[in-house]
């Protein structure tokens, strides 16, 4: 979700509830933004990771303020 400079990544394991991942702020933001995802090995040099059901969907961050 993302609130002016300030963006919210999120994930759900069971298909119901929400966990957050991840708040950022960016302090300039060019005219288009790229994302994708990425798995970062907690221990040594890698593990396999597989991503599924991914999908972007309308902002449902509550406003803050």
Same mark, same amino acid.
């Given at each position: 979700? $993302?609130?002016?400079?300030?963006?919210? +990544?999120?994930?759900?394991?069971?298909?119901?509830? &929400? #966990?957050?991942? $991840?708040?950022?702020?960016?302090?300039? +933001?060019?005219?288009?933004?790229?994302?994708?995802? &990425? #798995?970062?090995?907690?221990?040594?040099?890698?593990?396999?990771?597989?991503?599924?059901?991914?999908?972007?969907?309308?902002?449902?961050?509550?406003?803050?303020?």
């Amino acid at each position: 979700s $993302r609130r002016g400079k300030d963006f919210l +990544i999120e994930q759900r394991k069971d298909g119901n509830a &929400y #966990a957050q991942m $991840r708040i950022f702020h960016l302090h300039h +933001i060019p005219g288009t933004i790229k994302l994708g995802v &990425y #798995a970062c090995s907690p221990v040594g040099a890698g593990f396999p990771a597989s991503f599924s059901a991914f999908r972007m969907e309308p902002c449902i961050w509550p406003t803050y303020g």
